[in-house]
């Protein structure tokens, strides 16, 4: 390691989602997402995404479909973005 450098720390850590609470709000799992996910979508990447692991635009999408898949069977449905669900933007 060389140590006439400084190391970039990269930021990997955001805390809980807004994602999080809408699901919780909901009354909805992890595995419901995943469940009515049309895309590779996992429990893990769920997980991850809302404790606030930094993820991928492409799998913050995945989640938003899947979400919105749920979201059109509730009484009340809404349409989410990626940007309504997590409060950094993937790279």
Not at 35 to 45: D, F, G, N, Q, R
Request: aromatic residues 4%.
């Amino acid at each position: 390691m060389n140590e006439d450098k400084p190391q970039e720390k990269v930021e990997r850590e955001f805390g809980p989602q807004p994602l999080d609470a809408i699901l919780a709000e909901r009354g909805h799992s992890n595995h419901a997402l995943v469940a009515v996910s049309t895309e590779h979508l996992t429990h893990k990447m769920v997980a991850k995404g809302r404790k606030g692991r930094k993820l991928t635009r492409n799998v913050q999408k995945k989640i938003a479909a899947a979400l919105n898949t749920l979201a059109a069977k509730d009484p009340e449905p809404r349409v989410y973005t990626p940007a309504d669900l997590f409060n950094y933007h993937g790279a």
